[in-house]
């Protein structure tokens, strides 16, 4: 099979990793793909058009495409590939509107009954900023389109809130904003494989989104991940029957089969799990946790999803745990540095490095985006998997790197009590 995936992140590379393993893959493709991805695909230059893609994809006769990011789901990626006849793992257009209006995610929430934080939507700044006034904080305040991860303000003061709205609202292209009660508890994600009738939850995972230690600073993309996150086996079967199922079943009564990857951002809360958001593809840097510990053929599951057959298949993990740390570029998320020299050694055994931000500059490898590498160390346990990552992070040659020194810490209290 030739196969194909787009994107150009750590996710990506991580995807692209899983899938060279398959036997079924005769030739790998990434579009636009990064420095890292070079090694294991051919790069196809790609300025996101969608429509040109898929005719690109028809010409050379690709057999499968994985969709890694989020915008060009939102655009319409999957439907372009779909109406050629060929098969793409990611959902069409309507159904990533999960993640594409949070507005509309929290409409469907409120309608199947799934358990998710209070909410208004407004497109008004009056309108929000006095509604502000009336519920206090602390609130959480959210872009309801793509914003990469960081669309997201929780505010602890009113003026923090105020000025979330107004960045949001004020736009000259306008904009809609969710302000959402605040929900207290442990931040944890499960996503699940679907075709629209059965539904597969991967292992629990653990997103870090603050560029900080102590989980300070801006929100970001995603610091780190760790998997499995120890989530027990009630709370996993409650998000099963009372979120995922909900929301596949949902879509399909208004008419949108889901065939992709379901992604839940959840608070653990004392009432039990509720959804801060649904994403429509796998999680970044949730990926580069997950599919190391995935015994599955990853080609294989993602065509039983494209042409819905996922009913009847079962998912194998291997034992131990993974951790992946973020080193982003300086001056990240706001303004990072592009152009600075790396040097990735080899790494030791247990040790995986994605590529997210990189390129080849006149044969030096420089940094090319904000997130730039994902080291992931893999081991029997927690401990072991977060270790090695932290001890092999050293020997990487990036000026300035910045990382979270704390990832799966609040896992390891869980652990340990």
Known sequence: MKVLVVGSGGREHALLWKAAQSPLVEKLYAAPGNAGMAALAELVPWNG??????????????????????????????????????????????AAMIEGSKAFAKGLMERYGIPTARYRVFREPLEALAYLEEVGVPVVVKDSGLAAGKGVTVAFDLHQAKQA???????????EVVIEEYLEGEEATVLALTDGETILPLLPSQDHKRLLDGDQGPMTGGMGAIAPYPMDRATLRRV??????????????????YRGVVYAGLMLTREGPKVLEFNARFGDPEAQAL?????????????????????????????????????????YPESPRKGIPLHVPEPPEGVLVFHAGTRREGGRLVSAGGRVLNVVGLGKDLKEALERAYAYIPQVGFPGAVYRRDIGRRALARLST
Do not use: M, Y
């Open 291 to 331: 599919l190391p510990l995935l015994e599955n053929d990853l080609v294989e599951l993602a065509l039983r999803v494209a042409e819905g057959r996922l009913a009847g298949t079962r998912l194998s993990w291997k034992e131990g745990a993974a951790a992946c740390v973020v080193l982003a570029a300086p001056g």
């Open 165 to 175: 709205v107004a960045n949001i609202l004020n736009r000259a292209e306008g904009g």
């Open 240 to 257: 099963e029957e009372e979120i995922l199922k909900p929301l596949v079943r949902g879509l399909r009564a208004e008419g949108v089969v």
């Open 49 to 94: 058009d969608v429509e040109a893609l898929a005719d690109w994809a028809l010409a050379e006769g690709i057999d499968l495409t994985l969709v890694g990011p989020e915008a060009p789901l939102v655009e319409g990626i999957a439907d372009a590939f779909q109406a050629r006849g060929l098969l793409v793992f990611g959902p069409t257009q309507k």
